[in-house]
């Protein structure tokens, strides 16, 4: 079993145990392993002759654009839709199937989705995860199918994300209804600016609210205006 060193206060958020760290190279394959924790994205490269080698990356390396962590959704060489985490150093990629929590509770993976759209929402769940744990919100697991983790479980990684989520001011007061609860939200707002920006994948304009994601009509490529 792989040492990931992790810290005192570091818990695993989500995880995959079976996707390919791009980096480009002839023997890069399936089988290797995405970890997103409170701290970090780590992944865990197979080695050709056995063992593995780690990758951390903190997660205050990753580039912010207009307070959007840049993680996205983009085609990688192949023409496949890959998970793309900009940090300081550049960018990192990676081929994703399904979460192993998404394994666990397939709920949203029905006989009827595509491939594609597996694919796609698979890693719009990473982005959203990343994002969260780069700004210190709280990830809504529910919503991709995985059960909400319930504060006070006993579980380091479900006690870790209630924690962020009070602490951070955004976690959903629950209020009693016809004895059943319910979930307030206060909305945040934001003033919409509209902008213009060159596609980081074909320089084609892409145009939307500044600070939302985009996909670009003529390549694909998910990033943020």
Known sequence: MTNLNLGADEAILLQDSNIIYDRGKWNDSWGDKLILTNHALIA?????????????????????VNGVPQAIRAKGDGGHYQLHVYFNHGVERFTLGL???QE???????????????EKQTIRMWCDAISCAVLGQPFRAESYGIPAAQPS??????????????SAGLVAQPVSVNHRPAVAFVPKKEKLVEATKRCMGCMAPISGIQGTKATCRYCDTEQVI
């Open 104 to 118: 666990e509770s397939r709920s949203i993976v029905s006989a009827l989705t595509s491939a594609s759209d597996k």
């Open 99 to 101: 979460s192993d929590d």
């Open 44 to 64: 865990v490269k197979q080695k050709l002759l056995g063992g593995s080698e780690v990758f951390r990356f903190p997660l205050s390396e990753i580039k912010v």
């Open 153 to 166: 479980t006993g579980s380091p990684v479900k006690d870790l994300i209630g924690t962020i989520a009070i």
